[in-house]
């Protein structure tokens, strides 16, 4: 029998979704606590068979006529041998996107199709006669769910089986597991359903019954379901917070007897229904909503599922009804929806039904959000140590609070160093704590370095709260250095000190000195012994005025401590050298008359001598000459100066004198001595600069000669 309107195929699929979903709905039923009544016979004198639910148009136990088979398309080959298809072996498959929905390509022609050696045999062919002109295609979803593969529009005996994998041509074959097979389900044509799990594999062989040649044109078709597409499939809701991936329930449907809901906009009922479940806890509240979905929705909260006990029976025949505890169409974000605080109870399951608006809609993709609140809701502090406050390592006494008001909790203390994976459980407890000690945790083994300490706290509901903190574990000083002075410098006046004195848990650092034969060291600036701030890579202390500090060895310390007690000492042997060089030229005298070559003689001394030279200038010259140079001590005859050839002039004699000694954080100094004599004939000299020569210049020479 048809339904005016209705081809034969659309007959036939129309009869194998009702039974999938009489199967599923039956499986549902029994999974929600509800059972089917015994038969027809237990509510023959309450029931009309004949009344308003009959539907006469639904064979009870008839066999259905097998569809017609369609033509193949204009175009295609009819079955009479061909080109095997690119997707004639399991290892060349047609790849199925993953994230599909509706699977449905191009018709085929499988008649030059062949089997290959190894393929593994399906197992539910009719008389289990062999198979032949066989293809492939492979399926890897990205969600779980049910899919429903069928070739309803073939126009061949086709059988559908589904593997793991493909066969290994190895000796004897290696074969892949068989899931699902069919053959025969609407005529010749199959169907199979199937539950998938995201990232599996699997691969989908269609072949000819029986091993004669055959093929003909394949009408291939694939659809996924949520897998939360019926009430009695309803996803669980795993925790408090529940923010699962967004899917798309385009090919989702309505059930025979779903509960239907009151609140949709201008009642024009719903369709593409998915469902979740959630057990309460405890006494609490529940809000979800669908903002960030990809269409209209409605929202709806149920006490159970509705239940078709069969056909020509009432829905929830013999069983309560759902109960609807909430309904929102259009509160949440534009045309989605939104409930806020429906109260549950503790054990209870509530059901709750996400629809798209108008029993003509698509669907779309749904974006689900849920969220528990029941009892008092837990509280995490860590109040001690401050927030990545340095602890010293030992035992570490960690302060705060691990409460749920006064209600039963269980908690748990624990750190991690920062950059590694892992938690190590500092204390745990079931008791509430207010404000008191955690635990104590014990950094002494620990390496130096940030940590995090966290705190978990749970309610009786199970609702969680988590507080997160950091400390710094110090186990040493971390940064002293001294750049200068070195060991063995010499240094004068005010020396330069330079370096760093730095650490995570600063708390000061001394600069001090002795004599290097020992003794008590003494603070280089006594108006400062202790240094509050850090230092990194810059002056210490302000340098070392060690011109009160007579010439020697002496050690200069320093040294850093952080807050824990950690030292870090750095100590350098040094010179201290405040005597200047010597540097004297005792002949000739200043104003002498030299002529031909004469001795120089003087003194170049000191005690860090790094070198002295004796130098003229005057006449021609336009600079020092040398005229003698050492780098050793003198004291007598410097150099020979021959003044042959030189113009008769003025000229000065200069002995340079330099020591190794660093004074005032400058280059090494030196000291020098001048001389003025006249060389060669005498002559009347302008010595006053008046422009006369006459007995004034004399007196000028005189003062000269006589004087300093």
């Known amino acids: ?3 005016r309107g209705m081809s034969r195929n659309e007959f036939g699929r129309t009869i194998w979704r009702v039974g999938l979903t009489l199967m599923c709905l039956s499986m549902a039923s029994l ?24 539907n006469d148009a639904w064979p009870k136990h008839a066999v259905v006529d097998q569809p017609a088979q369609d033509p193949p398309p204009e175009g295609l080959d009819p079955p009479e041998g061909g080109t095997p298809p690119a997707n004639d ?19 085929i022609n499988t008649t030059g199709a062949t089997n290959s050696i190894c393929e593994p045999n399906e197992s539910c062919e009719a008389g289990d006669v062999g198979t032949s002109n066989s293809v492939w295609y492979s399926y890897t979803p990205t969600m779980s769910g049910l899919v429903e593969i069928h070739t309803l529009g073939s126009n061949y005996n086709t059988v559908l089986s589904v593997f793991d994998g493909c066969s290994l041509f190895v000796i004897p074959c290696s074969l892949p597991t068989e899931l699902a097979c069919q053959d025969d389900d609407f005529g010749p044509q199959s169907v199979v359903t199937l539950n998938v799990i995201a990232g599996e594999n699997y691969r989908i062989k269609v072949s000819d ?5 055959g093929g003909g044109s394949l009408n291939f078709n694939l659809t996924w379901f949520p897998p939360n597409d019926q009430c009695g499939n309803a996803a669980i809701i795993p925790s408090v917070i529940y923010d699962p991936p967004t899917y798309s329930t385009t090919s989702a449907g309505t059930e025979q007897c779903e ?49 078709w006990p069969g056909v020509d029976y009432p829905c929830n025949y013999g069983q309560p009804a759902p109960v609807q505890l909430s309904c929102d169409d259009d509160s949440g974000t534009g045309l989605q929806s939104q409930i806020i605080d429906v109260p549950v109870s503790e054990g209870e399951e509530y059901l709750i039904k996400v629809a798209a608006y108008g029993t003509g809609a698509a669907g779309g993709t749904v974006n689900f959000n849920f969220m528990f609140e029941g009892a008092n809701p837990p509280t995490a502090i860590i109040s001690s140590p401050a927030p990545f406050a340095c602890v010293c390592g030992g035992s570490v006494n960690v302060f705060g609070t691990a409460a749920a008001g006064f209600d039963p909790v269980s908690w748990t203390l624990d750190y991690q160093q920062v950059g590694t994976s892992g938690w190590t459980t500092i204390n745990s407890g079931t008791t509430l704590v207010l404000g008191l000690s955690l635990g104590t945790w014990n950094t002494t083994l620990l390496p130096q370095g940030n940590y995090f300490l966290r705190l978990t706290v749970q309610n009786s509901c199970g609702l969680v709260s988590t507080a997160v903190s950091g400390a710094f574990v110090d186990q040493a000083f971390d940064n002293l250095d001294v750049r200068a002075p070195q060991n063995g410098a010499i240094v004068a006046g005010t020396a330069c000190l330079d370096g760093s004195a730095w650490d995570q848990c600063f708390s000061n650092y001394t600069v001090t000195y002795r004599p290097a034969g020992g003794g008590a060291f003494m603070p280089i600036n006594a108006a400062m012994p202790v240094y509050s701030t850090p230092v990194l890579n810059d002056p210490l202390a302000s340098g070392w005025n060690t011109s009160g500090v007579a010439d020697g060895d002496y050690e200069l310390r320093v040294q850093g401590t952080d807050i824990c007690g950690h030292v870090a000492t750095v100590t350098r042997t040094i010179e201290i050298d405040n005597t200047p060089p010597v540097a004297i030229i005792d002949s000739p005298l200043p104003c002498a008359h030299v002529e031909g070559s004469l001795q120089i003689i003087g003194t170049a001394y000191d005690a860090n001598l790094s070198g002295w030279v004796l130098q003229y200038t005057g006449g021609d010259s336009a600079g020092w000459t040398t005229i003698a140079s050492g780098s050793s001590p003198v004291d007598g005859v410097l150099g020979t100066w021959n003044t042959a050839g030189l113009p008769a002039c003025a000229y000065t ?18 000291i020098e001595y001048l001389v003025s004599v006249d060389v060669g004939e005498l002559c009347p000299v302008d010595l006053n600069g008046d422009g006369a020569e006459d007995l004034l210049d004399y007196a000028e020479f005189q003062n000269c000669f006589t004087g300093p």
Do not use: K
């Open 1 to 3: 029998m048809f339904t």
């Open 31 to 54: 999974a929600h606590g509800q059972a089917p009544p015994s038969g027809p016979e237990d509510v023959a004198s309450t029931f009309d068979p004949d009344g308003p639910y009959d």
């Open 89 to 107: 072996n399991c290892g060349s498959a047609t790849v199925i996107p993953g994230d599909v929905v509706v699977y449905n390509p191009a018709v």
């Open 209 to 213: 019954y029986n091993t004669s040649d």
């Open 259 to 307: 509960a239907q809901e009151s609140c949709e906009v201008n009642n024009s009922g719903v369709s593409h229904t998915v469902w979740y479940s959630y057990t309460a806890p405890c006494d609490g509240t529940i809000s979800l909503n669908t903002n960030g979905s990809s269409y209209d929705t409605v929202l709806s909260v149920w006490d159970r599922c509705g239940y």
């Open 653 to 670: 004699l200069r002995l340079l004198v330099g020591t190794t000694a660093v004074a005032n954080c400058d280059d090494p100094s030196s």
